[in-house]
């Protein structure tokens, strides 16, 4: 069966280290295009950032957005919300000012921060094309939050999911990890592979139509439910061996090499 749709992650994926796609895996998704395929960025990032990228490599496409929260069509058109709990983002956000952990706050569209600090600043410098807004801890609960990202040393990580394991109720959020010192709450039900089922769904391509490819455990059940997926050669080990096949480095275009054999 022919492949209709490729989802591609955007960071340690698309992107290189300089934040750019690399131009071969630009090319390529020209490539793909021209052949009436649906190109689906699929990533961690708000729909601002996420556009930004679609726009820099010429797709007008429906966009995976909050690891899967939520999903629109570049113009704004919307497929899929999902709301992180309030209750949920109140424990998380405590729990991190107690223990000085950063905390991101992501709407559809915006990234808030609480407090400023040195990780504050590590988070500007990796994620470019969406400025942080400030916001008092007391105006949180007006929020709709897709998702809430602690940013901290990669060691506390596992420490940190296995507490708040105990402290929140697992039938309202799921967790997961982008960067290894990121840590990952989202609304239950909210991953990058169900997002995409619903994209394909309102496309009418069935999932064997489709192809996707990542390079760590956000992208994990995106992967697995691709018909055909590819996992990264700087990806996580855990993706690697969920993928039907490995492809080349972020830095050398191995996204092009992905669709090009597709193709």
Not at 30 to 50: F, H, K, N, P
Not at 106 to 114: A, E, G, H, N, S
Request: contains cysteine.
């Amino acid at each position: 069966m022919a492949v209709r749709l490729i989802a591609i992650d955007l960071d340690g994926t698309l992107l290189m280290r300089s934040g750019f796609p690399h131009p071969e895996n630009v090319a390529a998704i020209a490539e793909a295009r021209a052949a009436g395929i649906y190109v689906v960025l699929a990533s961690g990032r708000v729909q601002t950032s996420v556009r930004y990228y679609a726009k820099l490599v010429g797709i007008e496409q429906p966009m995976v957005c909050c690891n899967g929260a939520d999903a629109v069509w570049t113009d704004g058109r919307e497929i899929l919300h999902r709301r992180l709990d309030p209750a949920c983002v109140r424990e998380i956000i405590d729990t991190a000012r107690q223990d000085g952990i950063h905390a991101s706050i992501y709407t559809r569209d915006r990234v808030i921060f609480l407090q400023e600090g040195a990780w504050a600043e590590r988070y500007r410098e990796r994620v470019k094309h969406v400025e942080p807004e400030s916001l008092l801890p007391e105006n949180l609960d007006d929020l709709d939050v897709s998702k809430v990202l602690l940013m901290t040393e990669a060691s506390r990580v596992a420490g940190l999911r296995e507490l708040f394991a105990a402290k929140l109720d697992q039938s309202l959020v799921h967790t997961t990890e982008s960067e290894p010192e990121y840590l990952e709450f989202l609304p239950k039900g909210a991953d990058k592979g169900s997002a995409l089922a619903v994209v394909a769904e309102s496309l009418g391509i069935q999932q064997a139509e489709c192809a996707a490819i990542g390079d760590y455990l956000n992208d994990l059940e995106m992967v697995r439910w691709a018909g055909i997926s590819g996992a990264m050669e700087n990806a996580h080990p855990t993706l690697k061996e969920a993928a039907d096949a490995v492809w080349g480095h972020h830095e050398n275009a191995g996204v092009a090499e992905f669709i090009r054999a597709i193709m």
